[in-house]
Structure formats: C-alpha cells, structure tokens
C-alpha cells in the first residue's frame, strides 16, 4: 500500500499553510491509501483524527495516523512513529530511544541543504530504523544521492513528501509490502525494513553514459508525477558534450521554451564531481513513432508544429557559448566521414571525396558572403530527437512539441537544421510506406511563415544541408558494417540530387 508519511497541518505545525482537511484530501486524490500527519512535537489523539476523517469524508479503508517529527538537539530532524504523547524539541536521540524503545524513528530529509549524511549513520546497524531519501525538502541532486546511497549501503529507505502547502500532497510516498491499519502495524514495518520509496527506476547504458529515468509517485487525478533522467558520464569529452548540452537547455528554456506547445525538458541539475546530468522527463513518444501511429492528417499537423518549433527556436538570441567556428566544426565533421570510406577501401570513396569538396566549398561560400546571419542551430534535428507529449491524456489542447540531445548545438545557418530534418525523415520513414503522405514542401512552407527575413538563396541551402545530411548517413552505414547495401548506394544518389539542385 502507498502512503504519505511526512505531512505538516496549519493547525499544529507553525510552518505549514495547509489545512488538515486539504491535506488528506489532497493525498487521497493522489491515489494514495493513507497519510501520516507529522507535525512537530505534536501527536494528534483519535477522536481529532476520526473528526478530521468525517469532516474529509475519507472512505473506511482510507489509513488516517498521527505520529511526530522531532528536532532532536544532535541529530536533526527526525519522524518518530509509536509514542502517544509529544516530545519536547532538542531532545537527544539516544534518549528518545530510550524512553521509547519499541518506536520507529526516521531521519528526516538528511540531504537537505546539499549535505551528505556520514555513512555510519546510514548502515543498518544504524541510530535510525529508516532513512527519508525523497524528500520536497530534498533538491533533486539530494533526492539522487539518496537514491545511490540507498543502493551502496542497503539501509531501509523511506520517501516523504514533508507537505507544507496546497498542490503537492502525496508527491513522495512510501510503499509498504503489507497492508497498515494502526500505529502499532506502522511501526512494524518500519521496523522490519518491509517498505521503500515508491517509485520506477529504468536503467539504459550506452558507450561510455549510464541513462537512468526515475518515476517517482502517482498520477492522481491530474495525471502528473516527477520524472528524471539521469546521465552519468564515463569519459571526459562526452562530459563536456553533455555539459554544452545542458547550457544550451538552460538558456532555450528560460527563453520561452519552458511551457506550452513548444517545449525543451527543463535541465534539473549539474555535477560536475561526478559527471553527472539530471533534467526533467518529459512523458510522451518521439515524432518517428507517433508518425507510425496516427493518421496522416493529424500526423500533417504534428508536422508542421514541429516546423513551427523550429523557426521559434531559430528566433533565440542565444547566449550560450559555441562549440567552435562552424567552418571548422563542419571540417572536422566531413573528413572523419570520409576516413570511414578510406579505412575500407570502399568503391564509392572517390564519388563520396567529390561530394564532401564540393559540400565544404559550399558552406565555406555561405560562411564568407555575411548574406546568412547565423543563428542558435540544433544540430542533429530530425524525427527521433523530437518528442511530442500531451500533458493530459484526455485535453488535445495539451499536447506539446520538444526538441532533445542538444550535444552539437552551436552557431548554424537556419537551413543547416531544415535540411538536416528533411534527410533524415526521408531516410528514417523510407520503408515504412509514409512517404507518400508528407510533402517537403509543407514542412519548408511552415517554416518559412514564422521564420525571420531568410536569406534569397535559402531553398537552396536546404538542399545543400540535405546533401550534407545525407553523406553522413552514408558514413554511419560504413560504421555499423553496412557498406554493401542498398541504403548506403540510395542516400549517395540522394546526396548528389541536392548538391545537383543546390549548383544549378
């Protein structure tokens, strides 16, 4: 069963701006079977809790208890569950554990203000029969370090909302492995290590990044609980890829990018220490999917919100550093995709040598006219790095658009991004028989109408940045050992039909 074990009332909790009533009937809401109130130094007697449960209408298996949170004068602040009557403040620890000996005691929010508990007290040979490591009173980081510390020193691990306000009772339960009716049965299973934090923890790995997305709590009748996607680093030069990444989510989210149709996952937090990444997970499926699933005049509409999205980011006046001059940038690009055909020997390698000059000459020619202000540019737009959600599954209204990986973001024309999003939905959908329902031109068209003044040649340089686009899908083929087939001959001939419409 879930409940919320960590809640202050207004009437008994001097910090607390939310009524008892509100409160239990915010966490029953939440999809929760129980709550805990917890004020401090203060226990609330049966007969005002039975007030409380028919003045909230609570129905009979709803769990209403009382136990206390106590600011104890050499170990914080700690929930004590079992005595009946209130503890003074500044008690020491070891004397509530002596005079109630049969209790379950807490530690309350160890993390709080970026602090790191001391191991010894985590072991569970411990002073605490449990450790709060989800906690409002947490920030995410603390949240995550609890979660690794839990796993590292398998203490009895509990989660607490520590409700001081309307709006978000019950976001941090507790799940108990047995069904809790008394105080006496809470102690028990404290005591017992038979509960945990209530949440999901979905591990990927790639080379050389640890992905970890955390779902913490329930829906509820609003249909929203916290997601987190955490990225751990191996190596020092995707570190400083991801922390590019993150920066540039930064200043595009203050920007506007932060609610509404147009999104990108709000970034949470950044460690340097430990190479580590946590931004918000955005509930929804990439565009390539969604496209497979709908039908094609809502998938038309999806399009052209994601045509909207871009020409919206391209207005930012970004603030963030570049990662290099994009001449360069593009250089280095190029020739490590043409290494790939070198390396093998590939028959096509002169073919692939005349398009990479003429590609490179080209962007060069742009760089150098001054015609093409550059703008904040994604760098690897296309249909999987584009995520569309609803925020609620039965309003349409809600539904979103967002942009993620911004690894190579830096200083791009505005038709690098266009043209690399058209190869690679060409590319992405090419056997999947959707093509036939989806124009270019409606895509270019949706841009256009809310871009900014373009350049005159800017069709163009869409069929350019296609050319470009292509050729380093033609170089991800050689890596994965598909240099022989059909693909790797179709997306040369498509290279060379853009660079043909980009020269003429």
């Not at 160890?110 to 920030?139: M, Q």
């Not at 955390?214 to 020092?236: A, D, F, N, Y």
């Not at 599954?393 to 043209?419: C, H, K, M, W």
Request: hydrophobic share 35%.
């Amino acid at each position: 069963m879930l409940l919320e074990i960590h809640s202050h009332t207004r009437e008994h909790s001097e910090c607390s701006h939310i009524s008892a009533l509100t409160l239990a009937q915010e966490v029953r809401d939440k999809g929760l079977q129980g709550l805990v109130l917890t004020d401090h130094h203060y226990v609330w007697p049966s007969e005002d809790l039975a007030a409380l449960r028919k003045k909230a209408k609570l129905e009979d298996h709803f769990v209403l208890l009382s136990g206390q949170e106590v600011t104890t004068e050499d170990s914080g602040d700690v929930l004590v569950f079992g005595p009946t009557v209130s503890i003074p403040k500044n008690t020491r620890l070891s004397a509530i554990l002596q005079r109630y000996p049969d209790a379950a005691l807490v530690w309350a929010h160890p993390y709080r203000k970026a602090a790191r508990p001391d191991p010894r007290n985590l072991e569970v040979s411990g002073p605490f029969h449990g450790i709060e490591v989800f906690s409002s009173n947490h920030t995410v980081r603390g949240n995550v370090q609890g979660l690794q510390d839990w796993h590292r020193y398998k203490f009895t691990a509990l989660a607490g909302t520590d409700t001081h306000g309307e709006g978000y009772a019950g976001t941090y339960p507790t799940q108990f492995d047995h069904w809790v009716d008394t105080l006496e049965d809470l102690v028990t299973e404290i005591r017992s290590g038979r509960c945990r934090p209530f949440f999901k923890e979905i591990p990927r790995t790639g080379a050389n990044l640890q992905v970890t997305e955390i779902v913490v709590g329930t829906k509820g009748r609003r249909e929203t609980r916290e997601r987190w996607i955490i990225k751990k680093l191996h190596s020092r030069s995707k570190w400083q890829k991801a922390r590019h990444a993150y920066l540039v989510m930064e200043d595009v989210f203050r920007q506007g990018f932060d609610k509404g149709r147009y999104r990108v996952p709000e970034p949470l937090d950044l460690d340097p220490s430990t190479q580590t990444v946590i931004e918000v997970g955005q509930r929804g499926k990439s565009l390539y999917d969604m496209l497979l699933a709908v039908p094609t005049k809502e998938g038309r509409q999806l399009l052209e919100d994601v045509a909207l999205w871009l020409a919206r980011f391209h207005r930012i006046p970004a603030a963030i550093p570049v990662l290099g001059p994009f001449q360069r940038s593009e250089e280095r690009r190029i020739q490590n995709y043409m290494k790939r055909f070198v390396r093998c020997d590939h028959p096509h390698t002169r073919r692939v040598e005349s398009l990479a000059e003429t590609i490179l000459a080209a962007e060069k020619g742009i760089a150098e006219s001054g015609e093409e202000p550059f703008t904040l540019g994604h760098g690897d737009f296309h249909p999987k790095n584009v995520l569309v959600g609803q925020d609620q599954l039965t309003d349409r209204s809600s539904l979103f658009v967002s942009a993620i990986d911004f690894e190579n973001a830096q200083a791009y024309p505005r038709a690098y991004d266009v043209g690399t999003f058209l190869a690679q939905f060409r590319n992405q959908f090419h056997e999947s028989g959707i093509l036939k329902n989806y124009t270019e031109e409606a895509f270019v068209e949706a841009y256009q109408q809310n871009a900014s003044t373009l350049p005159s040649d800017f069709l163009r340089q869409v069929e350019l940045f296609k050319a470009r686009t292509h050729l380093s899908i033609a170089s991800y083929l050689i890596k994965v050992g598909m240099g022989d087939s059909p693909d790797l001959w179709r997306v040369l001939v498509e290279a060379e039909r853009s660079v043909a419409v980009y020269c003429s």
